[in-house]
């Protein structure tokens, strides 16, 4: 048992040593059947990556956040009605692909927990498209989707979509060395 412990805390120290930790944030425009309903969107970005080195070519890891949709003012039946914000939670697993060193894509996958009022969450799914400049900055293009449950008797499922772009820092040294 004590070999045990000792061969896993080798193997999460130098996970933790190729790891990568990214943070930022996001804008985006709310795209499908709630773009009338909401103006824009605004979020954090943490991701957590492993790969065997910093320029590898496959990275995995986890992912969370903050994403707010910021509700607009629409006309219903001649009333101008303000909707609310909606907020959510990801938690993901993320897989990145590099390519050329410096442009990376892939998906999240995992759930969107729904942190408004009357909105559940749901499925969450992101994909990324990004340029790395200079192991430091990454700027990248996304499309994510939350099929959330809007919450009630009888209510369906929405898809609150969004295309937009992101800016991530990455934390500690990942230059080769």
């Not at 790395?132 to 898809?159: K, Q, R």
């Amino acid at each position: 048992m004590k070999k045990l412990l000792i061969i896993a805390i080798i193997c999460a120290m130098s996970a933790t040593a190729n790891a990568q930790i990214k943070f930022g944030g996001h804008f985006g425009v709310p795209v499908g059947d709630l773009s009338e309903f909401y103006s824009f969107t605004l979020g954090a970005d943490l991701y957590y990556m492993f790969g065997h080195n910093p320029d590898g070519f496959l990275k995995f890891g986890v992912a969370t956040g903050y994403i707010n949709y910021f509700g607009s003012t629409v006309d219903i039946l001649g009333q101008d009605v303000d909707i609310d914000n909606a907020s959510f939670i990801p938690i993901a697993g993320a897989v990145r692909i590099t390519i050329l060193k410096f442009i990376t894509f892939g998906p999240d996958f995992g759930y969107g927990f729904g942190v408004s009022n009357g909105i559940d969450g749901g499925f969450y799914w992101r994909l990324v498209g990004g340029i790395d400049f200079g192991n430091a900055v990454e700027v990248n293009l996304f499309y994510h989707s939350i099929s959330a449950d809007g919450g009630g008797e009888g209510s369906s499922n929405t898809s609150f979509n969004t295309l937009g772009i992101g800016l991530l820092f990455q934390l500690g040294k990942n230059k080769k060395e």
